[in-house]
């Protein structure tokens, strides 16, 4: 199957791209290299075109005509979407809009769409299914949940199957591919330790007064390569129910000093930890249900436990150091 991949030499879909090449598909990325390098689109077509330049989209679509679309790409930052919401609305639901133009002009079989947890907001449900309430904090999950129904909704007059997926926390890198997380700024936890811990710099944890198991926030990670074969799955479920939303992520919580203490443990160095006030705004455990898409799809995160995910991600740090040094 051709899929366009936008956001394909993004973290997430740098991944995403070598699982579809991987499992016999033919990925075209689709990034205007905004966040990201061209170098992670080695070895692949990729069409430097920007969401918002809806005739560049008309001119991609007709050159490759793909049958199905993966759109990763789109803004990340939860705090940044509070100091701009503007930039929010307009590349993750006017970006988003404009590809469905395409789709209406040029159309796929198939089109699955990158959500995010955020869109829950501040719940106090744990596990979280599908089902429950949906109430963004901020402009970031606002848009990625707006998106969701402008494409769940439009899906059946445009002719193609819908899907979204709303990750947790994305973490880890695959040995294999070295595309790691290369965000700038970084504001996850995983690169975060890492950075502070090889940089010998105290590492800020924000409260230990959750009522969680040790006081800290818990998280659900998700290794990016499971995340990788859970889009494949979906892609070629061609029977499956389409306008779904499913999590993606273990149904483990795992806490910030569980995951210091296993970066500790993998650096085999004592992490410099100080303890902060709450950040306002962060729930005390986001943690997925995930049956919908493993009872669904038979899919089964292979790579997510707390170990695999850090080694990897230490092996990627590594590498990147070395490439810029
Ligand atoms: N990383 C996570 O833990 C996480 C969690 C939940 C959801 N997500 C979602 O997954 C997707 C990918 O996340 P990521 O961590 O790989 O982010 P990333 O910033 O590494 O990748 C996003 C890519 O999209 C491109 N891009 C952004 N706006 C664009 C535009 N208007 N036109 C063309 N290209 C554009 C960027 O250049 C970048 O390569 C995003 O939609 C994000 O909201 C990520």
Known sequence: MKVLVTGGTGYIGAHVTRGLAESGHDPVILDDLRASKRERAEGFVLEAVALEDTE?????????????????????????????????????????ASLLLACARYPVQAFL????????????VSPIP??????????YGSSKLAFERLLHGSAKSLGMRSAA???????????????????EP????????????????ALQVYGN??????????????????LASAHVAVIEADELESGRSFNVGTGHGTSVTQVIDAIGKRLEREPIVEVSARRPGDP????????????NL????????????????????LVRRERAA
């Open 56 to 96: 560049g989209l008309f001119d991609v679509f007709a050159r490759h005509r793909p049958d199905a679309v993966i759109h990763l790409a789109g803004s990340i930052s939860v705090g940044e979407s509070v100091r701009n919401p503007e930039l929010y609305w307009q590349n993750n639901l006017g970006g988003g």
């Open 113 to 124: 769409f990158s959500s995010t947890a955020a869109v829950y907001g501040d719940t106090t």
């Open 130 to 139: 599908e089902t429950a309430p949906m109430q963004p904090t901020a402009p």
């Open 165 to 183: 997926l709303r990750y947790f926390n994305a973490a880890g890198a695959n040995p294999q591919w070295m595309v790691g997380e290369e965000h």
């Open 186 to 201: 970084e504001e996850h936890l995983i690169p975060r330790v890492i950075g502070s811990v090889l940089e010998n710099r």
């Open 209 to 226: 007064d959750y009522p969680t198991g040790d006081g800290t926030c818990e998280r659900d990670y998700i290794h990016v390569t499971d």
């Open 284 to 295: 005390a455990s986001l943690v997925a249900d995930p049956t919908a898409l493993k009872s």
């Open 298 to 317: 038979g899919w089964r995160p292979e790579h997510s436990s707390i170990e695999e995910i850090v080694d990897s991600a230490v092996q990627w740090d």
